[in-house]
């Protein structure tokens, strides 16, 4: 009996398994390349030496450390170093600052959402507005946006450089054990939102709200949630 493939096509060009499911279900990441160190240089290995008579030659060169005697029964594998350098992640033509974008995953996938820049690590940033449809400024990858042919003119509109990845960096607080009584109560404390994040979202939505009003029905688009219907197919649309 054939062994059955572990993916296979469901449709042309659409898999019974994603990427990163492949990934996890092969544990290829057990298997990543780790670039080996350069060995720094070392200190001279050998040395010249004089030799006695006429025919020796006068001189040998002569290791400083000699081999061992010994060496393994088997080959040890060496890690080989990594050529490949860090380059950074290229954005679709199609994603532009202030082009409307809709949210594929995450707690607000369905939502439009304004493009404002890409971030050194590669991920956009983008906000709802928040006072449009509850989306602050938040970091989204772009592998899981669909990008309109909708912009929002955001030619007077300046995003500071604060906003970068260090930004939305969590701050790490220390884990408190609660008790049986504490972790089946229901009044738990909600987690609140910094004045400081609060005043940022209302600065940045202050512009962008601007170049919103003036054009018609435009706040209404990014106000509704992005759906698709029974024979719809999203790759047959144009957005």
């Given at each position: 009996?054939?062994?059955?493939?572990?993916?296979?096509?469901?449709?042309?060009?659409?898999?019974?398994?994603?990427?990163?499911?492949?990934?996890?279900?092969?544990?290829?990441?057990?298997?990543?390349?780790?670039?080996?160190?350069?060995?720094?240089?070392?200190?001279?290995?050998?040395?010249?030496?004089?030799?006695?008579?006429?025919?020796?030659?006068?001189?040998?060169?002569?290791?400083?450390?000699?081999?061992?005697?010994?060496?393994?029964?088997?080959?040890?594998?060496?890690?080989?170093?990594?050529?490949?350098?860090?380059?950074?992640?290229?954005?679709?033509?199609?994603?532009?600052?202030?082009?409307?974008?809709?949210?594929?995953?995450?707690?607000?996938?369905?939502?439009?959402?304004?493009?404002?820049?890409?971030?050194?690590?590669?991920?956009?940033?983008?906000?709802?507005?928040?006072?449009?449809?509850?989306?602050?400024?938040?970091?989204?990858?772009?592998?899981?946006?669909?990008?309109?042919?909708?912009?929002?003119?955001?030619?007077?509109?300046?995003?500071?450089?604060?906003?970068?990845?260090?930004?939305?960096?969590?701050?790490?607080?220390?884990?408190?054990?609660?008790?049986?009584?504490?972790?089946?109560?229901?009044?738990?404390?909600?987690?609140?939102?910094?004045?400081?994040?609060?005043?940022?979202?209302?600065?940045?939505?202050?512009?962008?709200?601007?170049?919103?009003?003036?054009?018609?029905?435009?706040?209404?688009?990014?106000?509704?949630?992005?759906?698709l219907r029974k024979g719809q197919a999203p790759h047959a649309m144009k957005f």
């Open positions: 009996m054939s062994h059955k493939p572990r993916n296979s096509f469901i449709a042309p060009g659409i898999t019974r398994l994603s990427r990163s499911s492949v990934f996890a279900k092969r544990a290829l990441y057990k298997k990543q390349k780790v670039a080996a160190a350069k060995p720094e240089a070392s200190a001279q290995s050998t040395k010249t030496v004089q030799v006695n008579g006429d025919k020796n030659g006068k001189e040998r060169i002569v290791a400083l450390n000699k081999a061992s005697r010994w060496y393994p029964a088997e080959d040890v594998a060496q890690p080989k170093a990594s050529r490949k350098t860090a380059k950074p992640t290229k954005i679709r033509a199609s994603i532009t600052p202030g082009t409307v974008l809709v949210l594929l995953a995450g707690r607000f996938r369905g939502k439009r959402v304004v493009f404002l820049k890409q971030l050194a690590s590669g991920l956009l940033l983008v906000t709802g507005p928040y006072k449009v449809n509850g989306v602050p400024l938040r970091r989204v990858n772009q592998a899981y946006v669909i990008a309109t042919s909708t912009k929002v003119d955001l030619s007077s509109v300046k995003v500071d450089d604060k906003f970068d990845d260090a930004y939305f960096k969590k701050e790490k607080t220390a884990k408190s054990t609660k008790t049986e009584e504490e972790f089946f109560d229901e009044k738990q404390t909600k987690k609140t939102v910094s004045e400081t994040r609060s005043a940022d979202q209302k600065v940045v939505d202050k512009e962008i709200l601007a170049a919103v009003a003036q054009v018609p029905h435009l706040r209404t688009y990014l106000n509704a949630s992005f759906t």
